[in-house]
């Protein structure tokens, strides 16, 4: 079965830096656009950031644009998540996500584009 597995998570003071990473297995990683949300508590889980399967056509939220860098490399089966500068409304659990559909623009955004997801790493930034 599918299954995807987040690492890379913890605890780090507002401006420094973590690297994400997403391990996909029991598909085939190429053909799937791929996507980070994130749920602080209380809140709604929140698109991040996705990439497109084709092209390397990247999509970010306006909180994550110039901050955040997603990445793949398919030859691994893993997709990245590199956040920089981050601040203290950055924590929150990091979820990826996996949609087979050929997504684009806006649809990168929508939860409902993704079909499988992974069980989340946390992320606490401390001031």
């Known amino acids: 079965q599918v299954q995807l597995v987040e690492s890379g998570g913890g605890v780090v003071q507002a401006g420094g830096s973590l690297r994400l990473s997403c391990v996909a297995s029991?598909?085939?990683?190429?053909?799937?656009?791929m996507g980070w949300f994130r749920q602080a508590p209380g809140q709604e889980r929140d698109f991040v950031a996705a990439?497109?399967?084709?092209?390397?056509?990247?999509r970010y939220a306006g909180s994550a644009s110039g901050r955040f860098t997603i990445s793949r490399d398919n030859a691994k089966n893993t997709v990245y998540l590199q956040l920089n500068n981050l601040k203290l409304e950055d924590t929150a659990v990091y979820y990826c996500?996996?949609?087979?559909?050929?997504?684009?623009?806006?649809?990168?955004?929508?939860?409902?584009?993704?079909?499988?997801w992974g069980q989340g790493t946390q992320v606490t930034v401390s001031s």
């Open positions: 029991g598909l085939t990683f190429s053909t799937y656009a």
């Open positions: 990439i497109r399967q084709i092209g390397g056509e990247t």
């Open positions: 996500a996996a949609s087979p559909g050929r997504l684009g623009g806006a649809t990168m955004t929508y939860r409902s584009s993704y079909s499988f």
